[in-house]
């Protein structure tokens, strides 16, 4: 008996995994759906060069670790205990930010993220902007890490 209420119990749990996911799908971009159920560049990075953590409007908090070498971005992480949207943004922003020198970086715009990811509904667009800004505090760190180690803006 306790087998058929376990199958029962894996059954609902799989049904309602895919109800979620169908309508991740009918509302976000299969960009957007892709990044939030297999991020990229997800978990923290121990040795990085700057580290940018904000809090967004809407409680979500990113961190963002980059490694840099010769002012490019060489590998860019990050963590963040918010929504699917959020994930979502915070693997784009590392995609996009790695390879990058850091002028080229502080372009990145919440604009850039949100064609990156093919739109976000509005209530969601502030995932972009806090993936953006947030990148940005990172970069801030590694400029004034450079100039002056002893001088971190964010402490590790």
């Not at 502030?126 to 402490?155: E, F, G, M, Q």
Request: some cysteine; glycine content about 8%; hydrophobic content about 35%.
């Amino acid at each position: 008996m306790a087998t058929d209420d376990t199958s029962d119990l894996d059954k609902m749990i799989e049904e309602t995994q895919a109800s979620i996911i169908k309508d991740a799908r009918d509302t976000f971009s299969e960009e957007v759906v892709n990044r939030w159920l297999n991020p990229k560049n997800f978990g923290k990075m121990e040795d990085s060069d700057g580290v940018g953590r904000v809090t967004g409007p809407c409680g979500d908090t990113m961190e963002i670790f980059l490694k840099v070498r010769n002012d490019r971005i060489t590998s860019a992480m990050y963590m963040t205990q918010g929504c699917g949207t959020t994930i979502a943004a915070g693997s784009m922003v590392t995609d996009l930010a790695t390879g990058k020198d850091i002028k080229d970086a502080l372009k990145i715009s919440q604009e850039v993220i949100l064609d990156a990811l093919g739109g976000l509904p509005d209530d969601s667009k502030h995932c972009a902007l806090l993936a953006s800004n947030t990148l940005k505090d990172a970069i801030k760190d590694y400029l004034a890490y450079k100039r002056d180690p002893w001088k971190r803006v964010y402490r590790k």
